[in-house]
């Protein structure tokens, strides 16, 4: 255990301290690029302009044979200027794999001044966390870093989601976890192949009507898809609320059903999530939708604030009870729209539209 004393202090001599909390800049779409691929990277100055966070991917849907390549590109694509404006992290590969060690040493030694976040796979307890920890310590050092890279989590096995509170407190680097529904359903042995999204077979129906003697006599049975995903989420966004820390859903990796993208993303949002990946630019506008708080509860929410300014009592407002707790409530609200809709007008070259009403 480390001495809590010592915990915001810098693992190696010269590296930077850690931050005492985790960045409040919208991150509403994790977008993914395959750096390695040449007209992707020529695609990265409009999708810098449009996703609140552009990630080079250096593991799954990379070859073996490109794994070079692509860690490489991610490279060139920094020093190009074709990043400029973007929040830059990456898909490191597995700790496990022959290849996270280049990945590490290569874009902390030559492009760490970009980089905001290392997304780290299959992470499975404190024991992943504290070996990164140490190792970009030393490398930010070495590569005279101002700024601490930040770690981030994707839950993706059964001991991932078992050691979920572990992983959140075991550093302050730790900036985020994401969900891996895909990887995390092979670990459990489930019987689906669908990256995210529901499963027609798990369901759940309505309890027998009519005379229970009488098949006949029975009346129609509703039954609904439930969210097999439902009970990991909730763990993780507590582990996250708990420790400081931003929880996202993962991928929903059917780019052609934008209405199933949807409704996933908009039930993780409900539960606490902050964003979730995008695997394709049609994901983009879904995720930037699902993740701003619409514009009807963001005005309600004013007027609890305007109606009960700091915080204290409790009033009747638009014929609700309100108190403490929502006003917390609707403090969060509000400043996240803020900061959203000062991000979208940044990004759309409007600087005088960024409040969102």
């Known amino acids: 255990m480390r001495n809590p004393r010592a915990f915001f202090e810098p693992l190696c001599v010269g590296a930077p301290r850690p931050a005492p909390a985790v960045s409040t800049e919208p991150s509403r779409m994790i977008h993914f690029f395959d750096p390695g691929n040449e007209r992707m990277r020529a695609k990265l100055p409009d999708l810098a302009r449009r996703a609140d966070v552009l990630l080079g991917n250096l593991e799954d849907a990379v070859?073996?044979?490109?794994?070079?390549?692509?860690?490489?590109?991610?490279?060139?694509?920094?020093r190009s200027g074709a990043?400029?404006?973007a929040r830059v992290w990456c898909r490191i590969n597995a700790l496990d794999s022959p290849w996270v060690l280049d990945d590490v040493t290569t874009l902390v030694s030559e492009v760490g001044a970009h980089l905001e976040v290392l997304m780290v796979p299959k992470v499975e307890g404190p024991r992943d966390v504290h070996f990164l920890d140490r190792l970009l310590a030393h490398l930010e050092a070495r590569a005279g870093l101002t700024h601490q890279i930040g770690l981030h989590a994707i839950v993706e096995t059964a001991l991932g989601v078992t050691n979920l509170e572990a992983i959140a407190a075991s550093s302050p680097r730790m900036q985020g976890m994401s969900f891996g529904p895909a990887d995390l359903a092979a670990s459990r042995?489930?019987?689906?192949?669908?990256?995210?999204?529901?499963?027609?077979?798990?369901?759940?129906?309505?309890?027998?009507?009519?005379?229970?003697?009488n098949d006949d006599a029975a009346g129609a049975r509703v039954s609904v898809v439930q969210d097999l995903w439902h009970a990991s989420i909730v763990r993780m966004v507590d582990a996250c609320a708990a420790f400081g820390?931003?929880?996202?859903?993962?991928p929903f990796g059917d780019i052609s059903d934008p209405e199933g993208c949807e409704v996933q993303f908009r039930a993780a949002a409900v539960l606490g999530c902050v964003g979730a990946w995008s695997l394709h630019p049609g994901q983009i506008d879904i995720a930037r939708r699902v993740f701003?708080?619409?514009?009807?509860?963001v005005a309600a929410a004013r007027r609890v604030l305007d109606a009960l300014p700091d915080g204290s009592g409790v009033r009747m407002i638009d014929g609700r009870m309100t108190d403490d707790a929502s006003w917390k409530q609707c403090r969060a609200m509000v400043d996240f729209a803020d900061r959203a809709a000062e991000r979208d007008a940044r990004i759309a070259g409007d600087p005088l539209a960024g409040v969102a009403t």
Do not use: I, Q, S, W
């Open 83 to 85: 990043l400029d404006g």
């Open 63 to 78: 070859p073996t044979d490109r794994k070079n390549a692509a860690r490489a590109g991610l490279v060139e694509a920094c």
């Open 245 to 250: 820390l931003l929880p996202f859903y993962g």
């Open 292 to 297: 701003t708080p619409p514009a009807d509860e």
């Open 189 to 213: 042995r489930m019987r689906t192949l669908r990256p995210g999204g529901p499963h027609p077979g798990y369901r759940t129906m309505d309890d027998r009507t009519g005379d229970a003697d």
